[in-house]
Every structure is written in structure tokens, then in C-alpha cells.
């Protein structure tokens, strides 16, 4: 059996995490790009969302995460009893979560399915891996808003395609690996190859851009919007 080494090191952010609303129960947040949802074990790893909320909002906890370059909407819950009733929305999926994200390339369809499963491989870590055989379901779709070109200094312009991305189950780094599997990789992800030429993206452009779910106490739904920064 392999044994997972995780010697990443997490750069400093200065971004601040904007709160978009906050109750008794509850708190919304717009996460900025660069920081982990959860801090690591390496104690260089210690500032995240979580690190920085709890001591504002002492006994908070996180309902889900998004990836350490990923920005945009995350749920927090405030108490135990309020985390365990949005988790089972989560895997009951009733959440429904939109990214906006830009893809290399000029996608042909306009809008479609990636349903592929998603494996570990302790070997590859942290990469994921496309598995039919060991892999869990994951399935995600996508919409294209539009296809753009962006200059490049001393290059030809670059073709891009803005989607919203949709993923129908949560598995980690899902919408990064199947937008590689359409052939179109995120621009910036530098896992799964979407660093072009010799020119590194400042960001992983993928934002969390929608959150729809329902308040666990009140039952008002709740339909959180933030615009993408790209």
C-alpha cells in the first residue's frame, strides 16, 4: 500500500473572506482564491477558512469545501446540529452548486454531460484519476456563456471558453478532472493541464458563483449568488 505524502505548502493570503450574511445559525461566505478550507497537519498550514472564521464565530464548522485555488460561495455552519442538517442536504443532493469557470480552448457543443468516475490513487497523490473499474460515480454538466479570446504578451490570442459547470455529485477535484476529460481543461489548474505556454495563470479560474439550499431552521430557501472575479 502506498503512503500518501502531502509536502504542500500553501503560500500566504492576504485576500479577506467576505461574509455575505450571517445568523445565529448560519454564515455565508465569498472564500477568496489561495486559501484552504481546512487547515493542514504541517503547521505551515494553518491559516484557512476555518481557522479564521472559528474565532470570530467560536464552534463553527465547515459543511463542504472548495479547493485551495477555487473562490466563491461556502455554507458554514455554526453549531453541530445545524452542520449535520446541511450535510444531509449535501448528500442528499438537494444543493444545488454553479461554478463558473473558464475553459481552454473553444468547446464545440453548447452545453452537455461528463459522466465519469472519479478514483484515488495513493501513487498519484493528489492527483485523481478517471477509474471505471475503482472509481466512485461523479457526473457534472456544463453550459457555455461564451467563447472569447484573450491576448497573450508576444503571443497569439488565446481561445477560451466561459461555462457554467454544475457538478450533480461532490467528488474532489470532479469538475477540474472531467473538464480535462471534455479535452478543455480549466485555465491555471496545475493538476490537470490547464497551465498554457509558458505564461503561469495568476488563479484557478473557478468560482463558485451559486449556492441554492434550504435554511435548516427557518425553511426559507436560500439562493446565495456571487459574481465571478474573471
Do not use: W
Not at 452542520?83 to 468547446?107: E, I, M, W
Amino acid at each position: 500500500m502506498s503512503t500518501i505524502i502531502d509536502d504542500f505548502i500553501a503560500p500566504p493570503c492576504h485576500a479577506e473572506i467576505e461574509i455575505l450574511y450571517q445568523d445565529e445559525h448560519l454564515v455565508l461566505i465569498n472564500k477568496p482564491t489561495g486559501l484552504l478550507s481546512l487547515s493542514g497537519k504541517n503547521p505551515l498550514n494553518l491559516d484557512s477558512v476555518h481557522h479564521r472564521l472559528v474565532q470570530q464565530f467560536p464552534g463553527c464548522t465547515l459543511v463542504h469545501r472548495l479547493d485551495f485555488g477555487t473562490s466563491g460561495l461556502m455554507v458554514i455552519a455554526r453549531n453541530k446540529a445545524i452542520n449535520a442538517a446541511l450535510c444531509q442536504q449535501f448528500s442528499q443532493r438537494s444543493v444545488t452548486k454553479v461554478y463558473t469557470a473558464l475553459l481552454c480552448g473553444h468547446l464545440t457543443d453548447n452545453e452537455g454531460v461528463i459522466d465519469a468516475p472519479i478514483a484515488k490513487d495513493p501513487a498519484l497523490f493528489p492527483l485523481m484519476s478517471i477509474c471505471a473499474l475503482n472509481g466512485k460515480p461523479a457526473r457534472s454538466r456544463y453550459q457555455v456563456v461564451a467563447r472569447e479570446f484573450r491576448q497573450t504578451a508576444g503571443e497569439a490570442p488565446m481561445p477560451l471558453t466561459r461555462v457554467q459547470l454544475i457538478p450533480e455529485t461532490g467528488r474532489t477535484h470532479q469538475l477540474r478532472i472531467h473538464c480535462q476529460q471534455l479535452g478543455h481543461p480549466i485555465l491555471g489548474c496545475d493538476l490537470y493541464g490547464g497551465l498554457i505556454s509558458t505564461g503561469q495563470q495568476p488563479r484557478l479560474m473557478l468560482h463558485a458563483s451559486a449556492l441554492d439550499f434550504v435554511h435548516p431552521v427557518s425553511g426559507e430557501q436560500i439562493h446565495a449568488r456571487n459574481l465571478s472575479p474573471f
